[in-house]
């Protein structure tokens, strides 16, 4: 039973356009999502986090929006660089039983 | 900066074989994490700690045992590696909501 999904699993952009990735869930007891971000043959590290009780956080490029009714996500990059190039992960969490989506892998073209 | 680490980082071993996967987190997070994960999938939490002597099996059934003996320190143990173990073990810490990953254990059982 999957409760995290990302349905893309590759998105390419040009360099210096906007990188937007998708996120959806089932379970309408997740109160905390994050984006992590996986360089080959490392462990995934933290981007961006957003709570429920909010709709979008910003951090520098990166913005996380959250819509509640829809139970989506998405992560916007922007403007994107070759170094953004990795896989992203969604997560979700509630009473601390977190869940991963499959990841996106993103290419930035140069 | 998260302070957490896994060794081997890669392990190529034969069937049968006793193997126990390193995990050492220098924060003091209570918290830990196992998971597994494959190419194009999600984290799939096989074991996790709230603390010591406090060990739980996560969602993907595993064949792996853990112990929890000092806070900053969470072995995972494969009495009889197989070739169905081949794949990415990863380690995490939480104080909070956000998890922190170690680079990772690459597991080939030949």
């Known amino acids: 039973d999957q409760q995290v999904k990302q349905n893309s699993p590759s998105l390419s952009v040009q360099e210096g356009r906007i990188s937007i990735l998708n996120c959806d869930y089932t379970?309408?007891?997740?109160?905390?999502f994050l984006w992590y971000k996986k360089y080959p043959a490392e462990g995934p590290t933290f981007l961006i986090s957003?709570?429920?009780?909010?709709d979008k956080n910003e951090d520098g490029r990166f913005t996380v929006f959250l819509n509640k009714s829809a139970k989506h996500l998405s992560l916007h990059i922007v403007p994107s660089q070759p170094g953004d190039s990795a896989v992203y992960f969604c997560?979700?969490?509630?009473?601390?039983?977190?869940?991963f989506g499959a990841g996106t892998r993103l290419t930035v073209k140069p | 900066e998260a302070d957490i680490y896994q060794t081997p980082r890669y392990l190529v071993i034969g069937t049968g074989k006793k193997i126990t996967l390193e995990c050492s987190q220098t924060?003091?997070?209570?918290?830990m994490y196992w998971y597994q994960q494959d190419p194009g999938m999600e984290l799939h939490l096989i074991h996790y700690?709230?603390?010591?002597?406090?060990?739980e099996k996560g969602d993907l059934s595993s064949e792996s045992t853990v112990s929890r003996i000092r806070t900053e320190h969470f072995p995972l143990t494969l009495e009889s590696a197989r070739p169905s173990h081949t794949s990415q073990y990863l380690c995490?810490?939480?104080?909070?909501?956000?998890?922190?990953f170690g680079p990772g254990t690459r597991l080939t059982v030949t």
């Open positions: 997560a979700a969490t509630y009473n601390n039983d977190m869940r």
């Open positions: 924060m003091g997070h209570d918290k």
């Open positions: 957003i709570s429920s009780i909010k």
């Open positions: 700690s709230y603390g010591v002597n406090s060990t």
């Open positions: 379970n309408s007891m997740f109160d905390y």
């Open positions: 995490a810490s939480s104080k909070g909501d956000e998890q922190y």
